[in-house]
């Protein structure tokens, strides 16, 4: 009977435990967000504000890179990330077996065409070197943007994950130059044209707007979104982060700050 009662003690205090680890992950009040530097770290120090005001205390934490914020979410290291759009999600979650999830769309970053040497793309020279992201999201997606702009075509069948291996007519001979995406506002100096993302472009001092020689349609469907671990997606806590993003207080400095060159895709 001793052992019985011993044994029933012992569940009784692990049920304890589990249910007080539970109460204590849904009562969350501190997170860590994961950013790249720039416009996404910008923003989010707005969002901190707002969502401290619900009681919700935010950590920011900048990346320099596009691989680091997911594996630091998906380690544990981070509660959520604002810097992705969804292709790259899904190719991340598909490559790495991430179990992550989108709670909510956040900007769009129209990825915009730059170069020190030409005014107009149709000055470019056959031969050119153009620079475009490495990662294979980015790198689609600047193709699909020089096809729309009738420089190129691409096998239709490689969709967005198309890469310079798929692009089947190229009548100037433009030899793409595969650079990580925080390199390519540094290769202007070297290259003729580069693709670069908008948060890139701001942070080297670049103007979307003014300094763009082309640049991407707002009705891109590449819409950045927050992300989370699947376990958390229904943690309060999540509620409330998604809720100061999606805040007029956000909104609007984001009209004010980027005047048009970050859009809000909430």
Known sequence: MQKRALLQS?????VAVTFAGAAFAQD??????????GPHAQIME????VAEKDGLKIQIVEFSDYIQPNAALASG???AN?????????????????KL??????VLYPIGIYSKKIKDLKDLKDGSKFGIPNDPTNGGRVLLLLQSLGLIKVRAEAGLKATPLDVTENPKKIKFVELEA???????????????NTNFAMSAGLDPLKDAIAQESAKSPY???????????????????????HSDAVRSFIKTEFKGSVLTGF
């Open 28 to 37: 969350k009040s501190s997170i860590k967000v994961g950013v790249t530097a």
């Open 46 to 49: 707005q969002v901190k504000k």
């Open 10 to 14: 012992v569940i009784a205090a692990a």
């Open 223 to 245: 819409v950045n979104i927050l992300v989370v671990r699947e376990q958390d997606k229904s943690q309060p806590w999540v509620a409330k982060f998604v809720k100061a993003y």
């Open 101 to 106: 999830v989108a709670v909510g769309d956040t």
């Open 77 to 79: 290291d981070l509660d």
């Open 82 to 98: 604002s810097y992705q759009h969804k292709p790259f999600l899904d190719l991340q979650v598909k490559d790495r077996g991430y």
């Open 182 to 196: 925080a390199q390519l506002p540094r290769s202007l100096d070297d290259l003729e044209v580069s693709a670069i």
